[in-house]
């Protein structure tokens, strides 16, 4: 079983920085696509960032390109997400999750991830 485990998140002013990390148990983490969600109440879980098992690919939605970066440690089974120029519209909790294949490449739809952390909470405030 894989456990992912979130940190990071906090209370941030707008125009503000956050670097969330997200550990995962387990000896696989290497093979495996990561990405991170967010989601509002009431709301689906979006795609914000993913990276491909060796790094060779990341993949952004549009409204956080340029501002945040997704990086990976397979040493140390992380996978980060930096967050700059925070916007009170992107309070939200963030979730990593790991995609479904081996060796796939980044996906976008949240059906597509079966392994999730718990959130970390991001409050931007204006």
């Known amino acids: 079983q894989v456990q992912l485990v979130e940190s990071g998140g906090g209370l941030v002013q707008a125009g503000g920085s956050l670097t969330l990390s997200c550990a995962a148990s387990g000896r696989t983490f290497g093979s495996y696509t990561m990405a991170w969600f967010r989601q509002t109440p009431g709301k689906e879980r979006d795609f914000v960032a993913g990276i491909s098992y060796g790094s060779a690919t990341k993949y952004y939605a549009d409204s956080v390109k340029g501002r945040f970066t997704i990086s990976r440690d397979n040493g140390k089974n992380t996978v980060y997400l930096q967050m700059e120029s925070l916007k009170p519209a992107e309070t939200a909790v963030y979730y990593c999750?790991?995609?479904?294949?081996?060796?796939?490449?980044?996906?976008?739809?949240?059906?597509?991830?079966?392994?999730w952390g718990q959130g970390t909470q991001v409050t931007v405030s204006s």
């Open positions: 999750a790991r995609d479904r294949r081996v060796r796939g490449g980044v996906r976008l739809g949240a059906a597509e991830y079966d392994y």
